[in-house]
């Protein structure tokens, strides 16, 4: 085979973190070539030194046989190197036709507004996405419709490699993706294909490399490994039905912990359902379909336009998360880099921030007691006490996490509110923040209610699973029934139908 | 109806709205208004201020902050206090060197900031204090003379009609306008809206910084000029109050101070608001002892206002959206700093 | 096969010895050495008067750094701190000249507190970005003051004010032990204090904090309280230490509050410093504009110089630079030869 990328012991740091570490793999010309691996495994760092955003530490890399070394993204556009970012790099102030144009904007001094406008609309056209305006402001397209237009972007500058980072994560249909790849493929173009969706994968690609942890575990072709040998090359993580026997041994209540009475709000309709004592209900959905606000809500972080919370029973409202806090409720959301952590605090600091009044007296704190108080804590949730004087920049997402989750078990909190906790965490970590959740609910007085992306792990772990699809509850999963492909079914839209193109792992 | 409310949610709108209130007021209050003496007058008092919000728009827009408006202003009405000589030539070269100097600190704030990585604020702290003292090396007490042909040469008008200040502002609108429409004018606004998707967009951060401020420091120096034309004369301690008036004119304008939003066309109506004002209070008796607290009043007044259409401006976008969004709020009261800084 | 604890490992010889501790040390250091090296330049320097004057008025510098600092802190800025120490100072001669009493000093303290309570609502109620809203306030107040005393300051500097800041004890002039008192009370407030602790919660990550149920904007509009209240004492203590108010009294401390502040450490953006470092910064400045003033040349160079220290401080303060140093360093190292094993630390 005849590569056209080479990537030699690349290795990249920030400061004490390690993202990737000697990565070294082939990619065959005219192939389509996957990255697997979890969040955190190192794939966004190799992109974006793939498309020259960043530099490696040490290694090398070559395109068509010359040496690879981009020092910013025109260097790679100009290089033959085009990129579609999982998070999104469109200007929502701008309109389609600018941004598919950026950064040259059709040449020379002025722009040419109607030239600029009549080729986006064929750029649109020819990919199928008539239904988009060029001169509509990007921030008015649903999600999807974004993502459809970073890929044409990517795609218009007729690369020769072609980086495509979870393309497929906010389209409900992938059919359109399918099509387009099919459209453009020849012998000259070569395409990345980041994802962790086996199936698309199996369908779109000959070889995969195998990421974890910032290091190439493996490259294979695709025909010769089955799924389960996939699994445990990401690092095993949660398989279907893990700890399922102990579940029948909790002490789940029928007193109601937290119910949600008819809300409604910019992106749920008519959402009911109520979380029990000693329960664990998990929330499946795919990006965007409501369940991001019903947490906010019930956090005290959003407020809805309409319908009840209530807390033990009565009506509450939750007018911000201090309240929430106040009665009980403990909000652990979806990106602790924004909303989660003290970048620059220690994580003794990070953890105590929501019990300050038990670690001191009058407003003073002692240093001694805010250690020894929360050390217990730090090993509630298997968290090295030596971490807790170190910045908590330097701890790794999984550590970080655990933080955070110690921070709501120091503040006492009886009702935990999970928003994807092991997202970009190891499995190590992910382990033990499912020792800890089952602990949590074990003597019937707590609660939590807990969102994941990975639809193995909820079923492995939950007793109920709620179902979200287009802002509200479609479906609620128990027992038998908690199966990943019947869970996938409901959160695309499809009752009893479990379509093999959409498997998701 | 959609038109109507996007007129009323842009800044400049609403600052020219209150302009023409303002100036409606100020006929009322004093006779005499509407001659040719009296709008070379106003266009006089207002040319600096004009450019000057011209040029702090710019860094605005493209997400950071600019403190060294005075330090350049006061190093182009010194040089020009001592440098411009007595004939028209002479008066030329040093209004030349008066801008080289602006573009070279423009330059320095520039590195600082789209190279060094420095904080806007820091960067622009230490180059004002740079320049003040530079201004003192130049000229260690207030004095010096400017030939007729810059004052009032450039106070007066051309052919006995048109004031060359006017033709000041003209340029500064059209420049403005112009760059609206090019490259430039889109990467400045996109830096400053969402720096991260613009750099993976393909716009080089480091380049247009640097651009924003070199042309920045050039506008500062040109309002230099302009003031120096009002005085006649050089003062190495500058004006404290000058700075701040640019803000204000900034901010009545309705440039949003995190970046990505506004224009130049509100700023300079809301440099007109501003030497409006200060003709209405004179004119009204009001004393000069309480001129700053009205400034001050307005400034507040004319960035709440700001909010507000800002405010509107962002509901009626997304009720327009149709897609089911993620139900995140928007982020807190720190969003005009956090997403400002250089 | 690194694992998580790998990682962490490194993050434990990674931030010892950097950061804020040692620039900390060695701007004292360098603050240190210039003191008895400035008597080359000249006889009279360096000699224990001139010392004891440079921290005289840095203990005032120190004071209002502070307040600046704890907004600084929360990711703010306040502007309108030289007006309220003119203000201060205007109503201390008008008021507590004559008849000194606590009730009036309080007042005067409360004005000035009401003062930074509109600022802090104005940035949280009013969302109205802090720049523009101290801007603001600074117009209003110095106008204010301006009306009130129609351009001359009455009164007199009271007695205890000049006794305090122009006293000795035990040999040592007052202001000297106000100065270690603040350092010490400063960083207790800081660092060992909820309030404290929740304004580096605020400033390091105001979405984190406002989850974990910190009452972020009462902390910003304590902030700013603390702040107008620390430039009304600084008002006082500069009528003592000046002999009188005047109008513009404040206006040095426009860019000094904030380049002390940046100086020493923090980081404008929030959540990162120590109020240690304001004041060594305090004290550095402090000695540099003494010795500048003292090399005989104009005010012009002096203020240059001053003003090119700090593009130069504030320059090799930031992360990139820092970034890049390291990366040639570890280039230079890893191309002459070391070969690195997975796991070893990083320096």
Redo the contacts between chains.
């Keep these: 085979m005849t590569p056209v990328l080479e990537l030699n012991g690349l290795t990249k740091r920030y400061g004490a973190t390690t993202a990737l570490q000697s990565v070294s793999f082939e990619v065959a010309k005219g192939s389509t070539h996957a990255i697997i691996g979890e969040n955190g495994a190192g794939k966004s760092t190799l992109i974006r030194i793939l498309s020259g955003l960043e530099t490696p530490d040490v290694g090398t890399m070559s395109l068509g046989g010359s040496r690879y070394r981009p020092k910013s993204l025109g260097d790679s556009r100009r290089t033959g190197v085009s990129t579609a970012f999982q998070d999104l790099s469109l200007l929502p102030n701008l309109t389609v036709a600018e941004n598919l144009l950026l950064p040259r904007l059709g040449g020379g001094r002025l722009i040419r507004r109607r030239a600029n406008r009549d080729a986006a609309a064929v750029l649109l056209s020819e990919h199928g996405l008539d239904h988009i305006a060029p001169t509509q402001e990007v921030a008015t397209l649903p999600l999807a419709d974004k993502q459809k237009v970073e890929i044409v972007r990517a795609v218009s500058h007729q690369p020769r490699l072609l980086l495509l980072d979870e393309p497929s994560a906010a389209l409900p249909d992938v059919e359109w993706l399918y099509h387009l790849l099919a459209k453009i493929r020849s012998d000259e173009l070569t395409v990345l294909y980041i994802s962790h969706r086996l199936t698309e994968i199996r369908d779109l690609c000959q070889a995969a490399t195998v990421l974890r942890n910032g290091e190439v575990i493996d490259t294979v072709q695709v025909a010769s490994v089955d799924d389960a040998e996939v699994f445990a090359m990401m690092g095993g993580g949660a398989k279907e039905g893990h700890g399922a026997g102990a579940r029948t041994s909790r002490g789940l209540r029928d007193t109601p912990a937290i119910s949600a009475l008819n809300l409604h709000g910019r992106s749920i309709a008519d959402v009911t359902f109520t979380l029990h004592r000693g329960e664990i209900l998990g929330v499946a959905a795919l990006e965007g379909q409501g369940q991001a606000e019903t947490f906010r809500i019930l956090a005290g972080a959003a407020r809805p336009s309409s319908g009840q919370v209530e807390v033990d029973g009565e009506q509450v409202g939750l007018r911000s998360s201090a309240v929430a806090l106040q009665h009980g409720i403990s909000f652990v959301a979806e990106e602790r880099k924004t909303e989660g952590i003290f970048p620059g605090l220690s994580t003794l600091s990070n953890v105590t921030i929501g019990s300050l009044d038990k670690v001191g007296a009058g407003g003073l704190l002692a240093g001694p007691k805010e250690h020894s108080s929360t050390r217990r804590w730090a090993k509630e949730v298997d968290l090295n006490v030596r971490y807790l004087r170190m910045d908590i920049d330097a701890l790794s997402g999984g550590n970080q996490q655990k933080a955070i989750l110690a921070r709501s078990l120091m503040r006492g909190s009886k009702y935990l509110l999970l928003y994807d906790p092991s997202r970009g965490v190891d499995v190590g970590t992910k382990s033990t923040i499912y020792d800890l959740m089952e602990r949590f609910v074990a003597d019937g007085e707590g609660a939590i209610l807990w969102y994941s992306t990975d639809l193995a792990e909820l079923t492995g772990v939950c007793d109920r699973i709620l179902c979200f699809y287009r802002g509200a509850v479609v479906a609620e999963v128990t027992g038998e029934g908690s199966t990943v492909n019947t869970l996938l079914a409901a959160i695309t839209g499809h009752s009893n139908d479990a379509r093999e193109s959409q498997v998701r792992s | 109806m959609k038109a109507l409310r996007s007129a009323a949610t842009n800044g400049s709108v609403l600052a020219g709205l209150v302009l023409a209130v303002m100036y409606v007021v100020y006929m009322y209050s004093s006779v005499d208004v509407l001659t040719i003496e009296n709008a070379t007058d106003l266009f006089n008092n207002a040319a600096p201020l004009v450019v000057a919000a011209t040029g702090l728009t710019l860094v605005i827009v493209s997400g950071g902050y600019d403190l060294s408006i005075g330090g350049v202003v006061v190093i182009a009405n010194v040089i020009l206090a001592t440098q411009s000589g007595s004939t028209t030539q002479s008066g030329l070269l040093a209004i030349a060197v008066a801008l080289a100097a602006g573009l070279l600190v423009g330059a320095i704030n520039g590195f600082l900031v789209a190279y060094l990585g420095v904080q806007s604020i820091a960067a622009t702290l230490g180059t004002f204090i740079m320049c003040t003292g530079i201004a003192l090396v130049i000229m260690p007490s207030p004095g010096g003379s400017v030939p007729d042909f810059i004052s009032p040469g450039l106070n007066s008008t051309v052919g006995g009609v048109v004031p060359v200040a006017f033709l000041v502002v003209l340029a500064c609108v059209l420049g403005w306008l112009i760059l609206r429409r090019c490259r430039f004018g889109v990467h400045i606004y996109a830096l400053g809206s969402d720096e991260r998707s613009a750099v993976q967009s393909g716009i080089r951060r480091a380049n247009v910084k640097f651009r924003v401020f070199v042309g920045a420091g050039f506008l500062y120096a040109a309002a230099g000029v302009m003031l120096t034309a009002q005085t006649a004369s050089g003062d190495p301690n500058g004006s404290a109050l000058f700075m701040v008036l640019v803000f204000a004119a900034v901010a009545i304008g309705g440039t949003r101070f995190g970046g990505g939003r506004g224009s130049a066309i509100g700023s300079i109506l809301g440099a007109g608001v501003l030497a409006v004002l200060q003709k209405m209070l004179f004119a009204l008796g009001v004393s000069t002892f309480y001129t700053g607290i009205v400034q001050g009043a307005v400034l507040i007044l004319a960035v709440l206002l700001g909010q507000v259409s800002l405010g509107l401006a962002q509901r009626s976008r997304v009720s327009e959206s149709t897609q089911l969004i993620h139900g995140t709020e928007p982020a807190g009261p720190q969003a005009a700093q956090t997403g400002g800084q250089s | 096969?690194?694992?998580?604890a790998d990682?962490?490992q490194?993050?434990?010889?990674?931030?010892r010895l950097s950061g804020q501790s040692g620039y900390i040390v060695a701007i004292l250091a360098l603050t240190v050495i210039l003191m008895p090296l400035s008597r080359l330049v000249s006889p009279s320097l360096g000699s224990w008067s001139t010392v004891s004057a440079i921290l005289v008025v840095s203990s005032m510098l120190t004071l209002v750094g502070f307040g600046q600092g704890l907004v600084i802190l929360v990711?703010?800025?306040d502007l309108s701190l030289p007006s309220i120490v003119s203000l201060a100072g205007v109503l201390t001669t008008a008021w507590l000249g004559s008849s000194p009493s606590l009730v009036t000093f309080l007042q005067i303290i409360g004005i000035c507190a009401l003062i930074g309570l509109a600022n802090g609502l104005?940035?949280?109620l009013?969302?109205?970005?802090?720049?523009?809203?101290t801007?603001?306030?600074?117009?209003?107040?110095?106008?204010?003051a301006?009306?009130y005393t129609?351009?001359t300051v009455p009164g007199t500097t009271p007695s205890f004010l000049a006794q305090l800041m122009l006293g000795h004890w035990a040999g040592i002039p007052i202001p000297i032990f106000l100065l270690v008192a603040m350092a010490v009370l400063g960083t207790l407030i800081q660092r060992?204090?909820?309030?404290g602790?929740?304004l580096?919660?605020v400033g390091?990550?105001?979405?984190?904090?406002?989850?974990?149920?910190?009452?972020?904007n009462r902390v910003?509009i304590g902030a700013f309280v603390l702040s107008g209240v620390c430039a009304a004492l600084t008002g006082m203590l500069l009528v003592g230490y000046g002999g009188g108010a005047t109008l513009g009294m404040g206006?040095t401390f426009?860019?000094s509050s904030?380049?002390v502040v940046?100086v020493g450490g923090s980081?404008?953006?929030?959540?990162?410093g120590s109020y240690l470092g304001t004041v060594v910064a305090a004290v550095f400045l402090t000695t540099i504009s003494t010795l500048i003033q003292s090399l005989g040349i104009?005010?012009?160079?002096?203020?240059?110089?001053?003003?090119?220290l700090?593009?130069a401080v504030?320059?090799l303060l930031?992360?990139?630079?820092y970034g890049h140093l390291t990366?040639t360093v570890?280039r230079i190292a890893?191309s002459s030869g070391r070969s690195?094993a997975?796991g070893e630390p990083?320096a």
């Design positions: 096969m690194t694992s998580s990682v962490d490194r993050g434990a010889k990674g931030f990711g703010e800025l104005g940035v949280t009013l969302k109205v970005p802090s720049f523009i809203m801007l603001g306030t600074q117009l209003i107040v110095a106008g204010a301006l009306g129609k351009g060992h204090t909820s309030f602790r929740r580096y919660a390091s990550n105001r979405a984190s904090a406002q989850v974990a149920g910190v009452h972020v910003i206006d426009f860019l904030i380049a940046v980081s404008i953006l929030g959540g990162r104009s005010q012009g160079w002096q203020t240059f110089i001053y003003g090119f700090i593009v504030v320059g930031n992360q990139e630079l990366r570890r890893g690195r997975a990083t």
